[in-house]
C-alpha cells in the first residue's frame, strides 16, 4: 500500500492509450478519474481532444507537472511506452490490469520506478460501485497490497 499511496499523492497524472471511444473502458475509467478530482491528462497519439480535453499525442509532449502515468495501452505497446515514460523522467508508474505481461513487468522491474500492476487504479482512488465492492472482496479475500 506505500507505493500505491505515493502514487496516489503525486497530483498529477497522464493516461497512456486513453481510447477515442467512449464505450471502451480507457476512457470511462478517465472521466471518472477526473469526475473524482484526479488531476489527469489523456495521451492517445490518434486525438487532440477527448472528452473535451486537450489529448498529448505522447509522452514527449506532456507538461512537467505531470508525475504519474498509468498505463491502458495494448500489451504490445506498454513496454515501448513506458520506457519512453521513464526516459521523460516520470518514474511512477502504474500498470492498469489488461495492459500488461509476465515479460514487460519483470522488464520494468530493473528499473528504478514506483511500479503498480495487478491492480486497478479505480479500486484505489476514490472508489464507489462495482470498484468499491471489488475492493471490498479483496479486503476480505486477502487480495489487497500489505
Not at 478519474?33 to 481532444?49: F, H, I, S, Y
Request: hydrophobic share 40%; proline share 5%; charged share 25%.
Amino acid at each position: 500500500m506505500k507505493d500505491i499511496s505515493r502514487f496516489l499523492s503525486l497530483g498529477k497524472y497522464a493516461i497512456v492509450g486513453v481510447s477515442r471511444d467512449p464505450r471502451k473502458f480507457g476512457q470511462v475509467m478517465f472521466k471518472d478519474l477526473r469526475q473524482k478530482g484526479m488531476d489527469v491528462v489523456p495521451v492517445n497519439p490518434e486525438a487532440d481532444t477527448i472528452d473535451g480535453e486537450k489529448c498529448y499525442r505522447s509522452v514527449s509532449e506532456l507538461p512537467q507537472e505531470v508525475r504519474g502515468v498509468i498505463f491502458m495501452t495494448p500489451r504490445e505497446a506498454t513496454l515501448s511506452a513506458a520506457r519512453e515514460v521513464i526516459a521523460h523522467g516520470i518514474k511512477d508508474l502504474w500498470i492498469q490490469q489488461g495492459a500488461e505481461t509476465k515479460e514487460i513487468i519483470a522488464e520494468l522491474e530493473k528499473e528504478d520506478v514506483n511500479l503498480i500492476h495487478n491492480q486497478c487504479i479505480m479500486m484505489f482512488w476514490k472508489p464507489s460501485g462495482i470498484h468499491s465492492f471489488h475492493r471490498f472482496l479483496k479486503k476480505i479475500f486477502g487480495g489487497l497490497p500489505a
